[in-house]
């Protein structure tokens, strides 16, 4: 475990980073674009996980088997995802007189 620590200019720019697609989210959430909102919501979530995954959690220089559980991780999460929004969706109103 030799491995040098990430330089300040590197953390500064992930600080950044994170700032800048904190404003985004901000911004976006502002103004109304219909279905486009949760879109332009998931992507820029999306975005700030990359920079947590590559920056702080190591995966570019990390081993095989680190990238694997990440996958695996981010598979399971994807799979409640769709179950949860396969119960929700297809729900029905309930209706009360």
């Given at each position: ?33 219909g ?17 947590v ?7 570019k ?37």
């Amino acid at each position: 475990m030799s491995e040098k620590p990430p330089s300040l200019r590197a953390h500064v720019l992930a600080l950044l980073a994170l700032a800048f697609l904190l404003a985004a989210t901000v911004f976006v959430a502002r103004f109304h674009l219909g279905a486009l909102n949760a879109f332009a919501g998931l992507a820029i979530a999306g975005l700030k996980a990359l920079v947590v995954l590559f920056f702080f959690m190591k995966l570019k220089t990390s081993g095989t088997p680190v990238r694997f559980a990440a996958c695996f991780g981010f598979a399971w999460l994807a799979i409640l995802i769709a179950l949860t929004l396969g119960d929700f969706l297809t729900r029905t109103p309930l209706v009360v007189h």
